[in-house]
């Protein structure tokens, strides 16, 4: 079985700060890593994967995340945020040989002017 | 290229009825993959289908079925509609099971 944990429901940072969207993740072999981001009443939007290769993925709208086998974390990270990132974001995870996403519960986050 | 498209966007129904939900993969995507967001549940995946061949499915009662057509195009059926039924489903596609999936815009379900 697969599934991930997002510990928490919401994060809270000020507009200009480091932001960080924890994941962990439980799979039997190698995963398929995913981040998507939902905005209110609207479908999840793509923000980057990891398959194989460096553990620190570059996605969409300056977001990255570093993938951490030993920990089984795929942590999403951005540099500096802005209040346009307030959003839902969840963590999902697909093993190599299966079909379904197994998404984490969500996170909520907030960028505060 | 335009993206998933999800009908209707909005269905309000009672319960003991059934309903057809319908979902436009991106042209050129033939895996489909639906999910049941709620609240309480978050998002579930219900199932996928590749090549109208249903290759996973969830956890969820026999009245939840689905179906794709020789175009990729998807439908999913729930019957004997139940008021935990009332939900945001979500339609994705993608390239293969490999790729990161697209998402559609939902369709809305409340149950009376």
């Known amino acids: 079985a697969q599934s991930v944990a997002q510990p928490e429901d919401q994060v809270n940072v000020a507009e200009g700060n480091p932001l960080t969207v924890k994941c962990t993740y439980s799979?039997?072999?190698?995963?398929?890593l995913f981040w998507y981001v939902q905005y209110p009443n609207r479908g999840l939007q793509f923000l980057l994967k990891y398959i194989t290769g460096d553990n620190l993925v570059k996605g969409s709208y300056g977001f990255e995340a570093e993938f951490n086998k030993s920990q089984t974390s795929f942590h999403l990270k951005k540099p500096s945020a802005l209040v346009s990132d307030s959003a839902l974001y969840f963590c999902a995870v697909r093993s190599y040989s299966g079909y379904a996403l197994n998404f984490g519960k969500g996170t909520s986050l907030l960028v505060t002017p | 290229k335009a993206g998933v498209t999800q009908t209707p966007r909005y269905l309000i129904k009672t319960r003991g009825q059934q309903v057809t939900l319908s979902c436009s993969p991106i042209?050129?995507?033939?895996?489909v993959s639906w999910y049941q967001q709620t609240p309480g549940q978050g998002l579930q995946f219900l199932f996928e289908?590749?090549?109208?061949?249903?290759?996973n499915k969830g956890n969820f009662p026999g009245r939840f079925s689905g179906r794709q057509f020789s175009n990729s195009r998807s439908e999913m059926n729930v019957s004997t509609l139940e008021l935990g039924d009332s939900a945001l489903y979500l339609c994705?596609?993608?390239?293969?099971?490999?790729?990161?999936?697209?998402f559609g815009p939902g369709t809305r379900l409340t149950v009376l």
């Open positions: 799979v039997s072999g190698n995963p398929y």
């Open positions: 042209s050129g995507h033939r895996s």
């Open positions: 289908y590749f090549s109208e061949t249903q290759r």
């Open positions: 994705a596609s993608s390239w293969t099971s490999e790729n990161e999936q697209f």
